[in-house]
């Protein structure tokens, strides 16, 4: 195994908590390798190495091969947003002298996960006169953190018997800014100066915030702010043959899939891998994998290597191969039952493949074609890379999708490969450190297909 591969991992999980500062990593690891701004690039040719990004929160990465673009590519495709809680554009509220921010979760969570934990708030805040605000709290030792409240187990009788999708309601997930005492005056003062004391906490935490950051209570409305578990990934287990860090579903998959991309040098055909956003709420919007940017680049790709044609970016994509870099639920030997052991993934068993995903009778997945299957299985092999073959748990148990079946629509060849994950989608998931070097090994591997 690659410990320095690990550690570069882990240190890409801490420092890429959101879209933004993954895309940020992403093109520094580009860079460093020789790879250029497409956009301020007249012409392209063959050797060369460039990138693209979207709005801050996409990217695709290109080492363009000899071949005419029009006989397609072998493309590395993830996302690279995590569930987590999101800054409602009104958000500061008080509450009996505790100041909150408000927020709407964002991908599928389970919301008692995310009561009672230390928690970062990431993101930008885009001012008025064109300035942009870069938020980062709760990450340092010095820095403070911030939490969702819980009921005590003693007065917890009736929200214990509620259903686990109930007790914890989307609206009661506000975050914790700070509070102040109230100071009580005289009977007769008391229900003068109550607004006034109700007042002060938020008034303390809009005067710091405009005297640390020079954010009014009205920047929030053009803000994006990501409410993330504060803290890095750590080393799991008493052997540290596991990670335990925030967001591996699906940037275990993202930055294996960058990181063999820009380690790799193109040969006949060229090699790309896409990082897109949204893909945790259906993958839409302009960074999502349903828009038309992925096209879009290919189409900027192919004007710079000239001879610019509709039906060659067309071409391109449909005899493009893509492996659809996201994460398979591992075994979970504490719930047996939700599995088929005869398919399913194991932690530290390398790289998984689904052939299919979506839910109960496939609905909503991209069925592999086993052509394809066989061709990755043999380059597989001949690397000697570890891989198998799962499922995502028993087929009335539910179900997940990914960014396969919007890469399929082009006509390419297209199958999951990811990591296996434990108890993913919560603020803490779980992988292997043999999974992650299998997973880069096996993206490398695939690179080298030609055709």
């Not at 890409?12 to 992403?26: A, H, M, P, S, Y």
């Not at 640390?212 to 540290?240: H, K, M, Q, T, W």
């Amino acid at each position: 195994m690659n410990e320095k591969l690990i550690e570069d991992y882990k240190s890409f999980l801490d420092n890429g908590k959101t879209e933004r500062e993954c895309v940020n990593q992403i093109v520094a690891l580009a860079e460093a390798h020789g790879f250029k701004n497409l956009e301020k690039l007249d012409s392209v040719k063959a050797g060369d190495k460039v990138y693209y990004q979207k709005m801050g929160k996409a990217i695709a990465l290109f080492t363009v091969g000899t071949d005419d673009l029009s006989k397609g590519m072998n493309i590395l495709g993830a996302h690279i947003d995590s569930p987590r809680l999101d800054v409602k554009q009104n958000p500061l509220i008080e509450k009996d002298f505790v100041c909150y921010l408000n927020t709407h979760y964002y991908g599928g969570i389970k919301k008692y996960q995310w009561v009672t934990l230390p928690l970062a708030i990431h993101g930008v805040v885009c001012k008025k006169d064109g300035t942009t605000v870069n938020i980062s709290i709760g990450e340092k030792a010095t820095d403070p953190v911030f939490c969702i409240s819980d009921i005590l187990p003693h007065l917890a009788q009736k929200q214990m018997k509620e259903a686990a999708s109930d007790f914890i309601s989307g609206e009661s997930l506000d975050l914790i800014l700070g509070s102040v005492t109230p100071t009580k005056k005289n009977d007769s003062d008391e229900k003068k100066d109550e607004k006034k004391e109700k007042a002060s906490s938020k008034k303390a935490i809009l005067k710091l915030l405009k005297e640390c950051y020079g954010i009014e209570e009205a920047d929030f409305a053009s803000a994006e702010l990501e409410i993330v578990p504060a803290g890095n990934a750590r080393d799991c287990g008493l052997d540290r043959s596991l990670i335990l860090g925030y967001g591996q579903d699906d940037r275990s998959c993202a930055y294996t899939s960058a990181r063999a991309l820009v380690e790799s040098e193109a040969a006949a055909r060229t090699n790309c891998c896409v990082c897109v956003d949204k893909e945790e709420i259906g993958s839409v919007g302009a960074t999502g994998m349903a828009s038309h940017f992925f096209e879009n680049v290919v189409a900027e790709l192919v004007a710079r290597l000239g001879n610019y044609s509709e039906l060659t970016v067309k071409r391109c994509l449909a005899n493009s191969t893509m492996l659809s870099s996201d994460v398979s639920a591992a075994f979970d030997p504490q719930n047996p039952d939700l599995f088929d052991r005869d398919n399913v993934c194991y932690l530290g068993s390398g790289l998984v493949f689904n052939k299919y995903t979506g839910s109960r009778g496939k609905s909503g997945s991209s069925d592999a074609c086993p052509e394809f299957i066989a061709k990755i299985r043999s380059v597989l092999d001949t690397h000697k890379v570890a891989f198998q073959f799962s499922e995502l748990g028993k087929v009335d148990q539910g179900g997940g999708g990914t960014i396969a079946y919007l890469a399929a629509k082009y006509g390419m060849y297209v199958v999951d490969a990811g990591v296996p994950v434990l108890s993913m989608h919560a603020p803490w998931e779980i992988t292997a450190k043999e999974d992650i070097y299998q997973a880069y090994c096996g993206y490398k591997a695939f690179l080298t297909i030609n055709g």
